[in-house]
């Protein structure tokens, strides 16, 4: 039965980081050379979108079927099929959506370059002619939203993220009082890195609350609809009905991607918005695109006529992924239980396990995993300007390597968790 | 022997005038439904392109040479057999090029957005918050420019094309008396819709010239680089070293594309910079992708492994466009030689011919063959704001269509411009 490092008399203390350090050592001694740090999925995961390399062979193949040649001009808003099948894993009206390139971050970025360059629906401004913009941030959250801000010069609010979303109670707050609070984040379902699944009272709140700022944008990131840690489906709530219903049709844009369905560079990705603020884009979006690759939309839809196939391919992915994920945790708790140093999620879908340690270790834990071969996300990359005030959040990336270095780098992550939370512990008791 | 209309006498012109009509009236009779308004390559051009679609078939294939899994993330730059190959055709460093998505509109409209969000090297501040910002705009040129700096609420300054690109002194003189002149758009070869070459000497100077803004950038949109029509290559000038050269390396942003070698909505496109440039831009861009799309590109490069094989497929590309251009030259020249109410070129290259007609008479042809079933390009879409002053230009567009289709085309405008000179001059001789 293992005792709190807390607990631990000065005497213990040392004696056990003695021991620590020279596992750490042999660790470094050993070569390792393992990457833990993006989402990126696993060469086994990427054999299983082969049949999209062959889905379009011939001229004939290329004909959509509304009769659109797709190696051509035209299809503005991308193949009906596809805007089906994302109406479909999103639960929006195909009417709402518009097909874009092989990157949902692109429309991110572009939609928020669009709100500050000419606003959306019901701006009074574009947002560069506000004096301040800011965004709602649930934290631990995905760095490159908050690189979005920065590079346009928003100010980043972060609220903290509860298990069932963010803490709305000071959401509400904030957005019912400040008219600079343009916009917010939401990974709703299994979101970047906490595995949050946002609840229906959380998505109801978020519909209905009071903005202050009339065109208080809600910047859906629905990255990880489909993506099943544990075989279950979550059955993705109607938000734009809800939005709709509480008065607040404009309220919200998402995003989605195939990114991790097929290839993480080479699938397709829509976003999707009210009619009005789709009139409000379109000058813009007709400016900047004749149309996008619809030879690659066409591929997707021949692999996947239909969601119950996009499940059916989800579930292999959970086949090859789940495994993963249970070797890092089987590792975490039979290292680290009892010790009282770190805890961690068992996320049921999405890409990432949020490790949290003792406060002001982070850093060093993600020091030392770097220094013997294991590189991790960099420590703080969960909140805006990459500082975590605790400096307390870990985000772990299972995807990628396989089983047996996943044991290797969750025992090296192990190991410097706790020789990092001994040397804390001993700073603090000298 | 045919004489001027203008010299014809009242009673002349109004017989003339009646057998036109009949001659219109019988095209509207006939059911045409002909589309000569956008440079859209043909189904038997597009059809070259079928080993592009069989050129990436495995997960072996998708490993570019440098290693990279282009299934997956990475790869921010492209693939370098790409950069490189682009190199080659535009004569620019591979250095200096970033591989793009399937349009190089977007990245025109990203890098416009980009300079107004933030600035390019050497800005002062965000061009939106200058006080005005102005475009040189060569005329008669492409409409989809207009669209960007329309929507980005960019002044445009008109300047006539000479048949060696703009008039230089014209140009010479804005730039360097004002200072909100930031940017000018620059089709160097085969220029939309007049087929101007731009000689050694216009961009001499416009590498060489004073500009009153030290960010003043041309953007250069080389479309059609290798886009024959007569079976010679034009010689890419080394326009990034003539730049250099003249102490102004930062000044050319250039783009290009394979949406006329390849498919028109699925090829792969490219931006090159200067280092200073990049370094600005670079924020913005990790911001906005993390990669494009790599299968793609490695397609690409798969059936194009160096300019050479581009070379090939643009001569069978020239086999298919070239007798098209020559069918709507013959058609005008056999019907409208000799009337001098009308003018084309006889582009070597590129994918438009310019017809220029009396004063005036330009939106009437356009309507004329409109209501008899064949769409022109809008009448003034080659000037900002669709406002040609004269009403003179119509772009034609013979890629399309077929070869019958085409002959009854360039019958039925040549009808048009002669019915629409006729009512025009005798309104003059009332």
């Known amino acids: 039965m293992r005792r709190e490092l807390e607990q631990f008399s000065k005497q213990e203390l040392s004696e056990f980081l003695d021991d620590i350090k020279v596992e ?23 054999d299983l979108g082969e049949d999209l390399l ?4 011939s001229g004939l193949d290329c004909i959509s079927s509304g009769g659109i040649d797709c190696r051509n001009y035209g299809g503005f808003w991308g193949i009906s099929e596809l805007r089906d099948l994302f109406s479909d894993i999103l639960n929006v009206p195909s009417d709402n959506i518009l097909i874009g390139g092989n990157s949902s971050l692109s429309l991110m970025f572009d939609t928020v370059a669009r709100a500050m360059l000419h606003g959306v629906a019901h701006s009074e401004r574009p947002w560069s002619k506000e004096e301040k913009v800011r965004f709602i941030c649930p934290v631990p959250g995905y760095d490159r939203h908050y690189r979005i801000c920065e590079v346009m010069g928003i100010e980043m609010i972060p609220v903290p993220l509860t298990g069932n979303g963010p803490d709305m109670d000071l959401v509400e707050k904030i957005v019912s009082s400040d008219a600079s609070v343009k916009g917010m984040w939401v990974v709703p379902i299994y979101s970047n890195p906490t595995g949050d699944i946002y609840s229906e009272e959380t998505l109801s709140r978020l519909a209905k609350m009071d903005a202050k700022a009339n065109d208080f944008t809600l910047f859906v990131d629905n990255a990880y609809p489909l993506h099943t840690l544990n075989g279950t489906f979550v059955q993705p709530i109607d938000f734009f009905s809800l939005c709709n219903e509480a008065g607040h049709p404009d309220r919200p844009i998402m995003f989605s991607s195939t990114s991790k369905i097929t290839f993480a560079a080479g699938g397709v990705s829509c976003i999707a918005m009210s009619k009005a603020n789709m009139e409000t884009a379109l000058p813009f979006l007709q400016a900047e695109f004749i149309c996008h690759d619809k030879v690659n939309q066409l591929r997707h839809v021949k692999v ?60 060093r834990v993600v020091d030392l995993c770097r220094n013997a071969g294991l590189v991790l996300t960099q420590a703080g990359a969960g909140f805006p300007h990459d500082f975590d005030p605790d400096d307390r959040f870990i985000r772990l990336a299972p995807s990628f390597p396989s089983c047996d270095e996943l044991k290797s780098a969750a025992e090296l992550l192990s190991i410097a968790v706790l020789l990092a939370s001994c040397e804390s512990i001993i700073g603090e008791k000298r």
Chains 1, 2 share one sequence.
């Open 24 to 46: 750490y050592l042999r660790y470094c001694d050993s070569g390792l050379k393992l990457d833990m740090s993006r989402g990126k999925p696993s060469p086994e995961q990427l």
């Open 54 to 57: 062959n889905s379009v062979t």
């Open 304 to 363: 996947f006529p239909d969601l119950a196939s996009v499940k059916r391919r989800m579930l292999e992915h959970a086949d090859i992924l789940a495994p993963k994920f249970r070797i890092v945790d089987q590792v975490l708790h039979d290292r680290l239980d009892g010790f009282g140093v770190a805890s961690w999620n068992k996320p049921t879908g999405g890409y990432f396990i949020s490790l949290v340690v003792r406060k002001h270790t982070a850093q």
